[in-house]
């Protein structure tokens, strides 16, 4: 299972594991983002515990529907 895992991150960091890294890259750069405008947003009124819960699951949540038509290489 970790040999699986590394050889992904292998052809992820070569920009080898996506048919369009570019793409791979601006998908998830809206995920961290959207992370980053949730975590802003929460924190405003809630601990930061909060705050860092309500980012995380923003971008957790984005994900599978942000990666969805992503094709692999």
Same mark, same amino acid.
């Given at each position: 299972?970790?040999?699986?895992?590394?050889?992904s *991150?292998k #052809?992820?960091?070569?920009?080898?594991?996506? !048919?369009?890294?570019?793409?791979?890259?601006?998908?998830? /750069?809206i $995920?961290?983002? *959207?992370? #980053?405008?949730?975590?802003?947003?929460?924190? !405003?009124?809630?601990?930061?515990?909060?705050?860092?819960? /309500?980012? $995380?699951?923003?971008?957790? #949540?984005?994900?599978?529907?942000?990666?969805?038509?992503?094709?692999?290489?």
């Amino acid at each position: 299972m970790f040999g699986m895992v590394m050889d992904s *991150a292998k #052809l992820f960091l070569a920009g080898k594991l996506f !048919q369009e890294p570019g793409k791979a890259m601006q998908q998830l /750069a809206i $995920g961290v983002g *959207a992370g #980053l405008i949730a975590v802003w947003a929460v924190g !405003q009124f809630a601990p930061l515990w909060a705050a860092t819960a /309500a980012g $995380g699951a923003v971008s957790g #949540l984005l994900q599978p529907y942000l990666f969805k038509d992503l094709k692999y290489a």
